[in-house]
């Protein structure tokens, strides 16, 4: 292989990858016409068509999806034995890259990071926080951050927090105006502030267990939000019910600013996990940080 040819490679799937010239330049840091030219003489030399252009999209010919699925995985690769060559310097280095619902980022991720990378200035870390499930082989990250019971058989997890648990909660105005429920099956006669999932696109429905019996309920209400901090505050301001971590609410709780209901109905359940690729070779940096995030009790 010519040296010139890996560089053609890693351009086509950057292409490949974000179905877009104009992204995958910024990527890469290069201009759209030099990457439009990259990828032309890539397709004579195979004689080979790789990709589909439009005015409006790029797609990946069927040629271009088997390059695509070699290219990923060996790329990867040649990465982890790059970044694998930092155990050769005095302290970790290098970037690490870490998908995350908000949730995690501002009550796990943040915490360990702050104590963490002032000793390591070296280290770069990149937290892409968003609501929708990313594949992170696909999408080249090096973890991300879900809750133990949504992470693929074929990844490592480890746990980086506690138990966690979520209340249903009202503020004491609105509970003037209305009835406390008694039950999950209650909340059809309560404005409930529903919460849309971004990957699925639906409204997320209320998960409730007892007595070892589960039941999901789709509650209805005027506001839907994709945020929580949004959520908390519209429960706040008597708008309806709210479904909510228990960490969030808290404070709120405490103070007699919101009031919890159901509390028999919503058991703890296993809390955030780092999971990562089986298959991925540790660098010292990326050793570091998963060492740093475990979560070992209290």
Request: some cysteine; hydrophobic content about 40%.
């Amino acid at each position: 292989m010519r040296r010139e040819d890996l560089g053609e490679l890693a351009a086509f799937l950057a292409v490949a990858q974000e179905r877009s010239f104009t992204r995958a330049a910024a990527k890469l840091g290069t201009s759209e016409s030099a990457l439009s030219h990259t990828i032309r003489r890539l397709e004579e030399r195979l004689g080979l068509r790789l990709l589909t252009r439009t005015t409006r999209n790029v797609s990946v010919t069927v040629a271009g999806e088997r390059l695509s699925g070699t290219l990923g995985p060996a790329l990867d690769d040649i990465e982890a034995g790059l970044a694998s060559l930092t155990e050769l310097r005095d302290k970790p280095a290098g970037t690490i890259r870490i998908t995350s619902g908000d949730h995690a980022a501002r009550t796990v991720l943040w915490p360990a990071l702050k104590r963490l990378l002032p000793d390591y200035p070296d280290i770069q870390v990149e937290v892409n926080v968003e609501t929708s499930l990313t594949d992170i082989v696909a999408d080249r990250f090096d973890a991300g951050v879900r809750l133990g019971e949504a992470i693929a058989k074929d990844m490592i997890a480890v746990p980086i927090g506690p138990e966690l648990r979520m209340v249903v909660v009202g503020s004491p105005d609105y509970f003037a105006r209305r009835q406390r429920p008694r039950s999950p099956q209650d909340l059809a006669a309560h404005n409930c502030i529903t919460f849309r999932l971004t990957s699925a696109g639906g409204l997320y429905a209320w998960e409730f267990e007892k007595n070892r019996r589960e039941l999901k309920v789709r509650v209805e209400g005027q506001l839907v939000f994709n945020d929580v901090g949004k959520t908390c505050e519209a429960v706040l301001d008597g708008f309806g019910l709210g479904f909510l971590p228990e960490d969030e609410v808290a404070e709120a709780v405490d103070e007699g600013r919101l009031l919890r209901v159901l509390d028999d109905w919503t058991p703890p359940f296993p809390g955030y996990h780092l999971y990562y690729p089986s298959r991925r070779q540790q660098s010292p940096a990326f050793a570091l940080i998963v060492e740093t995030l475990r979560y070992r009790g209290t």
